[in-house]
């Protein structure tokens, strides 16, 4: 359980982007089995040639920027999670924060925790606003598509995310009323330094894995915040694919219609560190002042950020200002595998 910051936080922007192409599963199964297996995912997003996790960030940052309508060099710290960094050595953090003028009196940093790297730098941000150290800080949960070629993450491994203005409540279009962090050290998901693709534990991805660590995490928020299901209208889990987080909201008590808003991954794909946030997005982008929201993010290695979210008089003019994360959903082109292929770089020409 983390302690409550001394002064109220809450997200003052948020920005979501994902590219426009679009791999179908079929595609996928057509080139490596034939067509015999299922695709959990109707298609994935894939980032064009001169797309990347910096990139894409930069895109979020500046539609969270529209919505808050605050000076860039106001904002103390400019954080990036992501399993899919350009640059082992170098951040890609300081790249996204001189694109939106936040240089060069920021922090600038990259985070890693697997698809709940984003929802990391929204715990941190927590601490940095909430201490008063800093007005504003920006976290970015953002990937690219990533999967060894014929492996079952090739069907959903997809690319986007979205990015968290966070500042003090009094401003916030989304107040964070509390927010906690569950972790062990549970291998279900790995990618050595010398090996390109991740590797997985096939079926205990799930178990002890995903709802290993989802389902106390959110149990842990609902006692402490003494709620029920009932008590949220939106609910929204980190989304490997559709299974998943469909029984462990079934689970908990949800319904379908507080889940439905979010649940991006069968349009999208997987897009791991950006996950749940891209998700939550999706949700802001139709939220009505009052409204509740349950956040629960989950990364590989392994462990579960939960945030209990109160929506504010400020999101209905704020909505406006930037594209939807719908508007990305439907801004799409179809490719097949050979552009797929040539696009992420996967076969070797030197």
């Known amino acids: 359980m983390l302690n409550q910051p001394i002064r109220p936080v809450g997200f003052v922007g948020y920005g979501a982007y994902v590219p426009r192409y679009r791999l179908p599963g079929t595609?996928?199964?057509?080139?490596?089995?034939e067509g015999n297996s299922r695709s959990p995912v109707r298609e994935k997003a894939v980032p064009g040639l001169d797309e990347d996790t910096a990139t894409m960030s930069v895109e979020a940052a500046r539609n969270a920027l529209a919505r808050a309508q605050i000076d860039p060099r106001r904002i103390a710290a400019v954080w990036v999670g992501s399993e899919s960094h350009p640059y082992a050595v170098k951040p890609t953090g300081t790249i996204v924060?001189?694109?939106?003028?936040?240089?060069?009196?920021?922090?600038?940093?990259d985070w890693q925790f697997a698809c709940k790297a984003g929802t990391e730098t929204l715990q941190a941000g927590i601490g940095l606003v909430g201490s008063g150290m800093a007005d504003y800080t920006l976290?970015?949960?953002m990937d690219t598509a990533q999967g060894r070629p014929g492996d079952a993450l090739e069907y959903t491994a997809g690319a986007g995310g979205a990015a968290y203005i966070l500042g003090p409540a009094d401003e916030a279009?989304?107040?964070?009323?509390?927010?906690?962090?569950?972790?062990s050290d549970t291998t279900d998901f790995w990618r050595r330094p010398i090996t390109h693709y991740p590797s997985h534990a096939e079926r205990f991805s799930g178990d002890p894995g995903y709802?290993?660590?989802i389902l106390p995490a959110a149990r842990e928020m609902l006692d402490a915040m003494e709620t029920a299901p009932e008590d949220y209208d939106y609910v929204v889990f980190h989304q490997p694919n559709p299974k998943f987080p469909t029984r462990a909201m079934e689970d908990l008590g949800f319904k379908a219609?507080?889940?439905k808003t979010g649940l991006l991954v069968a349009e999208i794909g997987n897009t791991y560190a950006g996950s749940a946030m891209i998700g939550l997005s999706a949700i802001l982008d139709e939220a009505k002042p009052g409204q509740r929201i349950l956040m629960v993010s989950y990364?590989?290695?392994a462990g579960s950020d939960a945030f209990d979210l109160r929506v504010t008089d400020r999101i209905s003019d704020a909505?406006?200002?930037?594209p939807t994360t719908r508007d990305y959903i439907r801004r799409r082109s179809l490719i097949d595998y050979a552009q797929y292929v040539r696009m992420r770089k996967k076969l070797a020409t030197q």
């Open 139 to 141: 976290g970015i949960g």
């Open 173 to 183: 279009l989304v107040v964070i009323q509390r927010s906690l962090s569950y972790v």
């Open 97 to 109: 924060a001189e694109a939106i003028g936040a240089t060069p009196a920021t922090l600038a940093a």
């Open 27 to 33: 595609e996928i199964s057509r080139v490596w089995t």
């Open 299 to 301: 990364g590989s290695g």
């Open 211 to 213: 709802f290993g660590h």
């Open 319 to 322: 909505q406006h200002r930037a």
């Open 257 to 259: 219609a507080q889940w």
